[in-house]
């Protein structure tokens, strides 16, 4: 196989995912449709395990990347925990066979309820963003008579300058604490009888290409654990968040893993802490594509439109942070390319894949695959312009699985009867 992204890639002339012939599964399936590549997620997954097999690593999974319950499943296999940041994350993970025990809750607005469930399942830890949450979750705890695992997630504040592409690790940012303030809550949790600190949590920002900002990070918040520890406080996790960027482009290669390793390792041994890491993009982005057929080829005086079935409201990530996703045909043309513009059919200018792409001239009716889909794909999908969501396909070797099914019409409305 041509790989353009791994297990993904031309033979014969056809697209494939592992033994998958993509346009079988189009056929059958339908347009559009998610593919997922079990061995690709397999293969990131251990690409992160190895490269850290020196330390103590749970690799939480960040669902919210993608959601659906066989993609978990293949990841429960492989030994994941999940990151998850609401009542139905938790819900998913705990369905598809993942031990409460590796479940982290993250986010900035938890509530009541979802903080009641988590504490009910037992999970790992609550990933504590604010002094009023860690009162609540306090609260919650004492009413149902259980001690609250917590790590208090802060701002490293590293500085965005240097690393243009972070944006939650910051003192202006809404996620986290400055350190004054986590030492504060630390004290607080320690104090309380329903409350154990057991961690400390930073997430940096995603799509991160560059390690030193990870290092830079993982340095400061060492300083501030053997500050903790120094206090009487048990830091046993040490939670790197995720954000381990992924190439877009097919003729780019990633940051290897093993580099986050040497980045992060130093520090996590100084203070004899477990590591947690939180992937989520790394794991799935590029182990998915979405196929989608040519409508129309729709010829302006100043461009050549390529309208295709699938939409903004199937893959926001485009229209929402003008990223790149690599579009290339199902079939593979060689000779002359166009330049074309890949929209959707959705009523909004923003409703785009791809600006001038080179592409093949190619026939309406027509199979077009968008690369690097696996990672915020279906999982930020809605039904905007009342679009039913597409089906998701688990293709293993020559096998594939529909782990989802195209949403109906009697779906779209089946809440409002
Ligand atoms: C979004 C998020 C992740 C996952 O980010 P990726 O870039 O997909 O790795 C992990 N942890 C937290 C707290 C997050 O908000």
């Known amino acids: 196989m041509k790989e353009i992204f791994p297990s993904i890639g031309y033979k014969s002339g056809e ?45 939480a999974f960040a669902v919210k990347s993608n959601s659906n319950v066989w993609v978990l499943k293949v990841l429960k296999e492989l030994g994941a925990g999940a990151d998850t ?5 938790i819900f998913r993970a705990i369905t598809a066979g993942i031990e409460p025990k590796k479940i982290l809750f993250a986010g900035v607005g938890k509530r009541e309820d979802e903080i009641e469930f988590a504490l009910e399942r037992g999970i790992l830890m609550f990933n504590v963003e604010s002094e009023g949450e860690l009162l609540k979750i306090e609260s919650v705890a004492e009413r149902l008579n259980k001690v609250a695992p917590i790590a208090v997630r802060v701002n490293p504040e590293v500085n965005p300058k240097t690393h243009p592409y972070i944006a939650t690790g910051l003192r202006s940012s809404k996620f986290g604490v400055d350190f004054e303030t986590a030492l504060k809550l630390y004290r607080k949790a320690k104090e309380s009888r329903y409350l154990k600190p057991i961690g400390i949590h930073f997430h940096i920002g995603s799509q991160i290409t560059d390690v030193s900002a990870f290092e830079e990070a993982a340095s400061k918040v060492k ?5 903790l520890q120094s206090r009487g406080v048990e830091v ?26 040497e980045a992060l390792i130093p520090h996590v041994k100084e203070v004899n802490c477990k590591l947690i ?32 079935d699938a939409g903004m409201n199937d893959l926001a990530r485009p229209s929402l942070y003008k990223a790149y996703h690599h579009i290339e045909p199902v079939k593979e043309i060689s000779g002359e390319r166009i330049k074309a513009t890949v929209v959707g059919p959705i009523c909004e200018s923003g409703d785009q894949f ?25 999982s930020m999908a809605s039904n ?17 699985k529909v782990i989802r099914q195209r949403e109906t019409l009697a779906d779209l409305i089946s809440r409002e009867f």
Do not use: M
Not at 23 to 51: F, L, M, Q, W
Not at 240 to 254: H, Q, S, T, V
């Open 223 to 227: 300083e501030l654990v053997k500050e």
């Open 15 to 59: 697209l494939y995912v592992e033994e998958t012939k993509v346009r079988e599964i189009a056929e059958e399936v339908g347009t559009p449709v998610y593919i997922y590549s079990k061995r690709a997620i397999e293969k990131a997954y251990r690409e992160i395990e190895e490269a850290f097999s020196k330390v103590n690593l749970l690799i």
């Open 277 to 308: 890491l939180e992937p989520g993009r790394r794991i799935v982005g590029n182990a998915g594509i979405l196929v989608t057929k040519l409508l129309y080829r729709k010829e302006t005086p100043e461009k050549l439109f390529y309208v295709v």
């Open 85 to 89: 940041v609401s009542v139905g994350e």
């Open 236 to 261: 046993e996790y040490f939670d790197a968040g995720g954000g381990l960027g992924i190439n877009y482009k097919p003729d780019e290669k990633p940051v290897p893993a093993k580099a986050l390793a």
């Open 384 to 400: 905007y312009n009342s679009r039913p969501r597409p089906a998701e396909v688990l293709v293993d070797g020559s096998n594939f």
């Open 354 to 378: 791809g600006q001038d792409r080179p592409l093949p001239l190619l026939k309406e009716g027509e199979l077009l695959a968008v690369f690097s889909a696996g990672a915020y794909g279906f």
